[in-house]
């Protein structure tokens, strides 16, 4: 199957080669001012092999989304992927893939400190019962866990 060009990245991406984890650039985007943003696949769980459960995902994505801004004033999001296999991290600049891994290293050794999620209340949250730390806490444990895999996308 050799499937048209689409918009979006991701969806030209080949799921079926990949090996997670891993880190890669998925895209970079020059703005009108000439500013540049990059965005990272970061990927936690093989593609339609396995998928991180919708409380663990929601709670990291608000605890990575506080700590790693602790770390780099480029963070602009880190948002879930819809397949619940990993985000997508949105930077500032172009930062180089080494630094982008420190970032979420120290990041997620943070998440691995946590007592508590973040936000996770219906004041500052639209599904704030919807949250597991402790399974925020096992998927990042995982991830580090292969660290020196990061950057291999491929197997």
Known sequence: MNPERMNVESFN???????????????????????????????????NAAHLEMAAIHSLEHLFAEHSRNHSGAVIDFSPMGCQTGYYLILAGEPDLPAVMDLVEATLTDVLG???????????????ANHSLAGAQDAARAFLAKRAEWEQVTA
């Not at 985007?29 to 990059?38: F, S």
């Not at 946590?114 to 704030?128: D, K, L, R, T, Y």
């Open 114 to 128: 946590a007592a508590e999620v973040p936000a996770a209340n219906e004041i500052q949250c639209g599904w704030g």
């Open 13 to 47: 991406l080949d799921h079926r080669t990949v090996a997670a984890p891993y880190i890669r650039v998925a895209d970079r985007k020059q703005l009108p001012l000439g500013d540049v943003i990059t965005k990272y696949d970061v990927r936690f769980t093989q593609p």
